[in-house]
Nanobody, 121 residues
């Protein structure tokens, strides 16, 4: 069972908008930082954005002002809203969360399986 499950990927035109979601697939004790990463074809996986448990947000330079990361702690869900996406944003997007599973025993990082985002006219 994949610890985290992403949704919301798909095709979007440049200048449009898309929202990705990610949540644990099972029971968790707690979640600390939640991040979005992406990996474009032929490139290494890169960090995109982070939201802390308290709601502080951080972004890689290329998405500042266009992407918004947020989280709903009650729903244990992290979101990535992509406004004005560009073809260069085309990639598989992965979420990562530092969390303790119900039977996990300690906090550690877990990854989702990824969701494809294609920006094209």
């Amino acid at each position: 069972q994949v610890p985290l499950v992403e949704s919301g990927g798909g095709s979007v035109q440049p200048g449009g908008s898309l929202r990705l979601s990610c949540a644990p697939s099972g029971s968790v004790v707690g979640i600390e930082d939640m991040d979005w990463y992406r990996q474009a074809p032929g490139k290494e996986r890169e960090w995109v954005a982070r939201v802390s448990r308290g709601g502080d947000t951080y972004y890689t330079e290329s998405v500042k002002g266009r992407f918004t990361i947020s989280r709903d702690n009650a729903k244990r869900t992290v979101y990535l809203r992509m406004d004005r996406p560009e073809p260069e944003d085309t990639a598989v997007y992965y979420c990562r969360a530092e969390m303790m599973l119900l039977y996990g025993g300690t906090y550690r990082y877990y990854w989702g399986q990824g969701t494809q985002v294609t920006v094209s006219s």
